[in-house]
Nanobody, 122 residues
Framework: QVQLVESGGGLVQAGGSLRLSCSAS????????MGWYRQTPGKQRESVAT???????KYADTVKGRFTISRDIAKNTVYLQMNSLKPEDTAVYYC????????????????WGQGTQVTVSS
């Protein structure tokens, strides 16, 4: 089991910045892929940014050049730095952990945080 706790959401004006944090209950280096997803009412949850334990990073086209995902392995924390925010970035943002490595074996597992609201006003 992995517990994920997000923080850092809030209300910001368009063009502003926020940094989201996701603290994990285990060593994040053992997590195969961590990522940030977002969801708005009536829409499917979408991937925003992901990072593998090999530090391969992917971004959604809509956030490339504006958002940055990073990890602090010593703190077991993943961050999402969001700059040049737009009203369309408004959503609940969720942290995700997908797959746990134990003794050289990848264990299937998909874990989610409780979500943090990001609201960007125009």
């Amino acid at each position: 089991q992995v517990q994920l706790v997000e923080s850092g959401g809030g209300l910001v004006q368009a063009g502003g910045s926020l940094r989201l944090s996701c603290s994990a209950s285990i060593n994040i280096f053992s997590i195969n892929t961590m990522g940030w997803y977002r969801q708005t009412p009536g829409k499917q949850r979408e991937s925003v940014a992901t990072v593998t334990n090999g530090n391969r990073i992917k971004y959604a086209d809509t956030v490339k050049g504006r958002f940055t995902i990073s990890r602090d392995i010593a703190k077991n924390t993943v961050y999402l730095q969001m700059n040049s925010l737009k009203p369309e970035d408004t959503a609940v943002y969720y942290c995700n952990a997908d797959g746990i490595w134990r003794s050289g074996t990848l264990h299937v597992g998909d874990y989610w945080g409780q979500g943090t609201q990001v609201t960007v006003s125009s």
